[in-house]
C-alpha cells in the first residue's frame, strides 16, 4: 500500500493539496472579508472567536485575532434547519448550488501553479528480450501525466546480452541486469492542457446555470428576477472578458496557460519584469472589471441585491445549500483571480529574487525558464503564485466596500456603450501590433508540429502599451462625439397624483406673510 500510495501520479497529489488549500482559503477568504469591511469602515470587526471555541481547555479563553470564526460560521451552516419552502422544484432547488460549486472547483484544475518539474527514473528492465522491449518498458514506467525527454538511456551491468558473440561466452554468475533511465517532465498543475484559457472561459460560463435554475427553481419571484438578472449579466460581460483574454492569447499565439506564464518569467532592458500588466494595462483593466461582474461582485450584484431583490436567487436557500452558493463566489474569485495573475502579472515569476536561486529561474535551458529540476523551485513558485492571488482578491473586497452599486440599466449600458468597443478597439490594435512586430517576434512550426513562441521584445511591448494609450484616447473622444442619451432620473408628471404639485411654496409664502 505504501509502494502504491508513493508511486501515485504527481497529479494526484496536487489534486489534493489544491483543493484543501483552496477550501481552506475560502473559508479564511469570509474572515478577510469581513476584515477589509472593518478597515474601510473604521472598526474592529470579529476577534472574539478564537481556536479553542470557548470549551477547549487551555486555549479556550484565547481570542487569537478572530481566527475560530469561519469555522464557527461553517458550524452553524451546518446545524441550521435546512428550509425548503412549499412549490419549489425539488430535484432543481437541490441541484442548482452543486452546479455552481462544481462548475467553479473544476476550473482550477489548469492553473499553472509553479512551471514544469523534470526528473529522472531508473528503471529494472531486465525481463525484456530486445533492446525495443526494452525501451518500450522503460516508456510505460513514466508517470500518467508526465512526458518523456528523449529516448531511455539503457544500460547493462555483466555483459550486453544483444550482442553477438565470437567466441563461446563464459557462463556469468548471475544474469545481467539491464537498467532504463528515463526523464521527464511533468507541470505543476492538475491538468496540462494546451487549451488551458478556452477551458476555464468555458467552464467558468457554466456557472451561470446555477443561479438561473436556482432563481427559476425556488418558485419565488424575486428569485426569478435574479436569475434573469445573472443571465443578461452573463451575456453582457462575457463579450470584453473573452475579447480581452484574446488580445493576450494572439499576442502569445497560444491558448496554454502555462506556457503563457512561461513566456513572461524574462526582463525588459535588463530589469522590468515583462509582464502583460505593463504591455496591456487597459486590457487588464477591462480583464478586471469582467471578472468582478462574473463573479457577481459588488458593485457588479445585482443578482442579488439585497434592497431590491430580497436576496436575490438565493432567498429561498438556508443551511448547508445556502452556503455552496456562498463558498462558490469565494471559490469563484480565487479561480478568476489565479487566471488574472497568470494572463497579466507573470504567474509564480517572481522578479530579481530569482537571480539568489538559479532553480526559481529555471536551471535545465534558457529557452525554457519555467523548466526546473528542483521540487522545491516548484513548491516556492506556487507560493508566490499564491500570494499574487491574495493580492488580487484583496481588491476585490476592497472594491466591494468601496464603490456603491450599479443601477441595472447602467450595468448594461457600461458593457455595451463602453467595456464592448473598447474591448472590440484593443483586439484590433493588439493585432495589428503583433502583425507589425512579427519580424522582431517570430512563431514558426517545427517539422513535428510543436509550435515554437518567442517572448515578447522590449520593442513589441512598448507598441502595445501605445496602442492601449490610443485607444484609450479614442474612446475618450469618441464619447464627446455620442449624441446625448436622455437623463434616466428625469421627473415624470403622474396624472392624478397628489403630489403633481408640491404644497411647498404655499406653506413657505403663508409663512412669509405672516
Not at 470564526?69 to 425539488?90: N, S, T
Not at 448550488?97 to 529522472?120: D, E, K, L, R
Not at 490594435?429 to 508540429?449: H, I, S
Request: aromatic share 12%; charged share 10%.
Amino acid at each position: 500500500m505504501i509502494d502504491w500510495i508513493m508511486n501515485l501520479p504527481a497529479w494526484v497529489w496536487l489534486t489534493f493539496i489544491v483543493h484543501g488549500v483552496t477550501m481552506g482559503t475560502i473559508a479564511y477568504l469570509i474572515l478577510l472579508e469581513r476584515k477589509t469591511a472593518s478597515w474601510v469602515q473604521d472598526r474592529i470587526g470579529p476577534n472574539r472567536v478564537g481556536l479553542g471555541f470557548g470549551i477547549i481547555p487551555f486555549v479556550k479563553n484565547w481570542k487569537m485575532w478572530g481566527l475560530g470564526q469561519p469555522m464557527a460560521d461553517g458550524l452553524k451552516f451546518l446545524v441550521k434547519e435546512d428550509y425548503r419552502p412549499a412549490g419549489v422544484d425539488r430535484i432543481l432547488f437541490t441541484i442548482a448550488p452543486m452546479i455552481m460549486i462544481i462548475a467553479v472547483i473544476v476550473s482550477i484544475a489548469v492553473i499553472p501553479w509553479g512551471g514544469t518539474h523534470q526528473a529522472v527514473k531508473v528503471v529494472d528492465v531486465s525481463g525484456a528480450v530486445d533492446p525495443a522491449a526494452v525501451a518500450a518498458a522503460a516508456a510505460d514506467a513514466v508517470p500518467l501525466g508526465a512526458r518523456m525527454v528523449g529516448q531511455p538511456v539503457i544500460q547493462t551491468a555483466g555483459g550486453d546480452p544483444y550482442a553477438t558473440p565470437t567466441t563461446p561466452p563464459t557462463p556469468p554468475t548471475a544474469p545481467p541486469t539491464t537498467t532504463a533511465t528515463v526523464t521527464y517532465r511533468y507541470a505543476f498543475q492538475i491538468a496540462d492542457l494546451d487549451i488551458g484559457v478556452l477551458f476555464i472561459l468555458a467552464i467558468l460560463s457554466l456557472a451561470v446555470y446555477g443561479v438561473v435554475v436556482g432563481g427559476w427553481a425556488s418558485n419565488n419571484k424575486y428569485s426569478f428576477l435574479g436569475g434573469l438578472r445573472a443571465t443578461a449579466q452573463m451575456v453582457s460581460y462575457e463579450i470584453p472578458l473573452g475579447l480581452s483574454v484574446l488580445a493576450i492569447v494572439v499576442m502569445f499565439g497560444t491558448l496554454d496557460l502555462g506556457l503563457i506564464v512561461e513566456k513572461q518569467a524574462h526582463y525588459w532592458a535588463g530589469f522590468i519584469p515583462a509582464w502583460n500588466i505593463f504591455a496591456q494595462p487597459l486590457t487588464f483593466l477591462m480583464f478586471l472589471v469582467c471578472i468582478h461582474a462574473e463573479a457577481n461582485r459588488a458593485p457588479f450584484d445585482l443578482a442579488e441585491a439585497e434592497q431590491e431583490l430580497v436576496g436575490g436567487y438565493h432567498t429561498e436557500y438556508s443551511s448547508m445549500r445556502f452556503a455552496l452558493f456562498f463558498l462558490a463566489e469565494y471559490a469563484g474569485m480565487i479561480t478568476t483571480s489565479a487566471v488574472c495573475v497568470a494572463l497579466f502579472f507573470g504567474g509564480w515569476h517572481l522578479p530579481w529574487i530569482e537571480w539568489l536561486w538559479a532553480p526559481l529561474a529555471g536551471n535545465v535551458s534558457d529557452a525554457q525558464p519555467g523548466l526546473t529540476t528542483s521540487l522545491l523551485a516548484c513548491a516556492i513558485r506556487s507560493m508566490v503564485f499564491f500570494a499574487k492571488t491574495l493580492a488580487i482578491i484583496f481588491v476585490f473586497m476592497w472594491v466591494r466596500w468601496t464603490l456603491p452599486r450599479f443601477r441595472f440599466d447602467q450595468l448594461m449600458l457600461l458593457a455595451w456603450r463602453g467595456m464592448i468597443p473598447i474591448s472590440l478597439g484593443l483586439m484590433l490594435v493588439t493585432t495589428v501590433g503583433v502583425y507589425w512586430m512579427a519580424g522582431a517576434n517570430p512563431r514558426f512550426v517545427d517539422v513535428g508540429g510543436a509550435v515554437n513562441i518567442t517572448m515578447i521584445s522590449g520593442p513589441m511591448a512598448a507598441v502595445l502599451l501605445a496602442g492601449n494609450a490610443v485607444t484609450l484616447l479614442g474612446a475618450m473622444l469618441i464619447s464627446r462625439m455620442l449624441p446625448a442619451m436622455a437623463p434616466m432620473n428625469r421627473r415624470l408628471r403622474i396624472p392624478g397624483s397628489r403630489f403633481t404639485h408640491t404644497p411647498l411654496p404655499a406653506i413657505g409664502a403663508a409663512a412669509s406673510n405672516a
